[in-house]
């Protein structure tokens, strides 16, 4: 037999037996998972449940007018997206002047936004920059006023609520394709 190296049978059988014997020892000690986190709290977890839909499902209770609206954008936006909402050193969020099928279409809340209670949703959990979360419910619909307002979605004399904030439908509302997921 020149070249060819054989196993005895035996010797390939105990290999098996004794892989297929340690991987069947149990031991006494039993392994515990590391102690990580804390346990949240169910208002913790309340406060943090901040979905809002298209139809109005997750609104708070509350409102806000255009009037205060404007008083809240003067002090807490203003100095990011410009006195009117456009013009600051972020994104514009007011006067579109290129529509949406021009290359450098301009996407203004009252041009692209489908929906008005992604305003709220987003003012809610985002805004202020520099302090996400901070504002109440009062102060988010009466900012989703202003901003709607100035953007020609709604009256002056407006009222946003868990009510009439997903009655307003925006210009852009049938802009985009539906894709409902299984």
């Known amino acids: 037999m020149t070249g060819l190296y054989r196993i005895p049978i035996e010797r390939v059988l105990a290999g098996c037996a004794l892989v297929l014997a340690s991987g ?19 208002e913790t977890i309340a406060h943090e449940a901040l979905n809002v839909f298209p139809d109005g499902r997750g ?7 255009v009037a205060e609206g404007a008083s809240l954008f ?20 007011t006067g579109a002047r290129r529509p ?11 041009s692209y936004w489908p929906y008005s209670t ?5 003012i809610r959990r985002a805004k202020p920059m520099n302090a996400p979360g ?14 709607l307002h100035a953007n020609g979605v709604i009256a002056a004399d407006a009222v946003m609520d868990a ?4 009655a307003v439908r925006m210009p ?4 985009f394709i539906g894709i409902e997921a299984p």
């Open 24 to 42: 069947c020892t149990a031991t006494d000690k039993i392994v515990e998972a590391p102690k990580l986190g804390v346990p949240v709290r169910a």
């Open 59 to 65: 609104l708070p209770d509350g409102h806000g007018t």
């Open 74 to 93: 003067a002090k807490h936006c203003a100095a990011c997206h410009g006195r009117d909402g456009r013009g600051g050193s972020a994104e514009e969020l």
């Open 100 to 110: 949406l099928d021009h290359p450098d279409a301009d996407k203004t809340i009252g």
């Open 118 to 122: 992604t305003v709220f949703d987003f």
């Open 134 to 147: 901070t504002l109440d419910a009062n102060d988010v619909y009466a900012l989703s006023a202003w901003l």
């Open 163 to 166: 009510q009439t904030l997903p």
């Open 172 to 175: 852009n509302r049938d802009g």
